[in-house]
């Protein structure tokens, strides 16, 4: 990917407050059946591959599912074509098999509300100096490209931090220095719509 964007999205009243955490990229996108891998425990197209990360096909689920009970993955490799799969820790919880079995991939032609609200709608923190993915929802089509996958978190309830702000905050400091090779050699890496720069 050349762009990374991260979202800790801060909604409704006080004492009553949500976040929902979002990750897109405009990466390779996945194939339904490269989706489905990626969606299930132990799934990886990356053994033996010292090169990157994800090798083994724990990390990207036990880390989503451990902020909240719900984890949405959508990918694309050609625009409008968008297969979604979704890991849900209640429904797991519900079915007496010993098993996790995994739903097909669906198709939509469009991407959910609330994961369209987030892309084109100011964070609450920053305040300012925001460079959004897309000003509004009939821009963000052009603005998706050919390929890419998001990773959506609606309603984590067990996170660090309880703001978006403090989020964001931390966020942003530890990825500019564990990113700093990469963001120096051109990646792209937006907290809440904040540029991050390279730390070291």
């Not at 990750?23 to 053994?47: E, H, K, Q, W, Y």
């Not at 990360?53 to 724990?58: N, Q």
């Not at 989503?64 to 297969?83: C, D, T």
């Amino acid at each position: 990917a050349g762009e990374v964007r991260v979202y800790f999205n801060e909604s409704g009243k006080k004492g009553q407050k949500r976040i929902d955490v979002l990750v897109i990229d405009d990466g390779v996108g996945m194939a339904p059946n490269v989706l489905r891998a990626a969606t299930a425990f132990g799934g990886s197209m990356c053994f033996d591959n010292r090169a990157g990360i994800g090798r083994y096909g724990i990390g990207m689920k036990g880390a989503a599912l451990s902020m909240g009970q719900v984890l949405q993955i959508i990918s694309w490799q050609e625009p409008r074509a968008f297969y979604s799969m979704d890991l849900d820790i209640k429904a797991f919880g519900d079915d007496r098999s010993n098993v996790v079995n995994l739903p097909a991939p669906t198709f939509e032609d469009v991407l959910p509300r609330e994961v369209v609200d987030i892309l084109t709608a100011a964070m609450a923190f920053p305040r300012n100096e925001q460079e959004r993915l897309a000003e509004a929802p009939s821009q963000l089509s052009d603005r998706l490209g050919q390929s890419g996958t998001i990773i959506y978190a609606p309603d984590c309830d067990r996170l660090t931090y309880r703001t978006s702000k403090a989020l964001a905050d931390h966020a942003t400091k530890e990825m500019a220095r564990v990113y700093r090779r990469h963001l120096a050699r051109g990646l792209k890496l937006f907290v809440n719509n904040r540029r991050v720069e390279p730390f070291d």
